[in-house]
């Protein structure tokens, strides 16, 4: 069987490069330094029109942590309206009690909501208190899968968790594996945690030049960073194809 890989990313550039270097599926966010943000319907709206894989669109109204205030809920619930009117294939989605346990009863709602489109619960199960608890939890609640790193830093480090979680989900529910997985250690990730399918970040992405020729530098729009605004992150066709192949 194949390892899907699932590229996370922003704009429809990356999009487009994603699908050209054979990604499976992609998620689609801003604010990537943040985690990842919901994107606005404009650009979920477009990247529908170029794409012909899988959309999955992250439904997360700020960065920060994962319990969420009733008016927070509301903009989740008309953010996945609108992803499903815009043409996403799924929902990423992460809900938590403040005492670290997934907010069963919201998460519910929001699943109920998206349906048909898939659910995927993001990586806030990496900082749920217990995994297990928590897997049953999704389970329970019928979401179709799972990113986790194996609440670790990285997923090569999380190995033996993430292993534990996919023999413990005896194909209830898929395990994604993300965080850190790069060309050259994707294949030992899935060889060793038995996971179908990985979701990879930054490690598909390369620095490029804008078009911008004008440069002041008296004005800096990129507050906290060191980056001139004329170098864009992007997601490379290549380094997707070089990741897609070492599974493969």
């Known amino acids: 069987m194949r390892t899907k890989v699932e590229i996370s990313l922003s704009g429809v550039e990356s999009a487009i490069a994603a699908q050209q270097g054979g990604a499976n599926r992609i998620e689609l966010c801003e604010n990537l330094l943040e985690g990842g943000t919901t994107p606005s319907l404009g650009m979920i709206a477009i990247v529908r029109k170029y794409l012909d894989i899988d ?116 194909g209830r529910i898929m395990i994604m594996a993300g965080a850190g997985i790069t060309a050259h250690n994707a294949k030992q990730i899935v060889e060793r945690s038995g996971v179908a399918e990985i979701h990879v970040g930054s490690a598909a992405a390369e620095d490029v030049k804008s078009l911008m020729q004008y440069h002041n530098p008296k004005i800096a729009f990129r507050g906290g960073t060191n980056l001139p605004e004329d170098i864009l992150r992007r997601t490379s066709a290549e380094r997707v194809k070089a990741i897609v192949d070492a599974v493969n």
């Open 55 to 170: 959309i999955n669109v992250i439904i997360r109204p700020r960065g920060g942590d994962c319990c969420y205030s009733e008016a927070e809920l509301e903009v989740m619930k008309r953010d996945i309206e609108t992803a499903g009117e815009a043409g996403a294939d799924g929902v990423v989605i992460g809900l938590l009690n403040p005492e670290g346990t997934v907010d069963e009863e919201r998460t519910r709602s929001l699943i109920d909501l998206a349906r048909p489109m898939s659910t995927t619960f993001h990586r806030a199960f990496d900082i749920t208190r217990d995994p297990i608890e928590a897997l049953d939890t999704l389970m329970d609640l019928g979401i179709d899968r799972v990113l986790t790193s194996g609440q670790a830093t990285s997923a090569l480090e999380g190995i033996n968790l993430l292993a534990e979680l996919s023999k413990h989900a005896r």
